[in-house]
């Protein structure tokens, strides 16, 4: 007979490795815009101009365990006309397992918004695909470089 598992948040399985484990991840807001749909139907050669604002944000819970939450806002215009504003907030339930905590936010703000990111980033091309738009495919996001500059600006407010 198989061994029940504890599925509550900050679950790790006995004996596990040190490191970071997702426990749950899930769809937390979605939200589409599309003020002209029309146009996405007329002919045009022009590209839309595309904006991309990306934040992470971590929430300590019980039990070592922690909401991580990965929040990319698109904004799409031709001509400064807004085609659409697309904005997903996804995150994911991570617990850390025997992680010093020098390492803790690393693990919290690169790694945990790795492993969210390809599913956020279908949300966005579905729904920006189902708003009439070709699917919004966006490139992978260098996350060690965006915790280094929030690093940098907490230094710089410090001073």
């Known amino acids: 007979m198989a061994k029940k598992v504890d599925k509550k948040p900050g679950f790790v399985p006995e004996g596990a490795p ?12 979605l939200s589409f815009e599309n003020p002209n749909p029309l146009d996405a139907y007329k002919k045009t050669d022009e590209k839309p101009d595309i904006q ?9 819970l019980p039990d070592n365990a922690f909401e991580v939450i990965l ?6 215009k031709k001509k400064d006309k807004i085609s659409f504003i697309a904005e997903v907030s996804y995150a994911g339930i991570f617990t850390l397992n025997q992680v010093p905590p020098e390492h803790e936010k690393p693990l919290l703000l690169i ?10 980033r279908n949300v966005l091309a579905e729904t920006t695909r189902d708003g009439g738009y070709p699917p919004l495919m966006l ?3 260098d996350f060690a470089s965006l915790y280094q500059k929030q690093v940098e600006k907490e230094k710089n407010k410090k001073n």
Do not use: H, S, W
Request: no cysteine; net charge positive.
């Open 52 to 60: 991309v604002n990306v934040n992470t944000a971590v929430r300590k």
């Open 71 to 76: 929040d990319i806002k698109t904004e799409a």
């Open 18 to 29: 040190a490191g970071l484990f997702i426990n749950a991840q899930y769809l937390k807001d």
């Open 111 to 120: 790694e945990a918004p790795r492993m969210l990111f390809p599913f956020a």
């Open 139 to 141: 490139n992978p996001i």
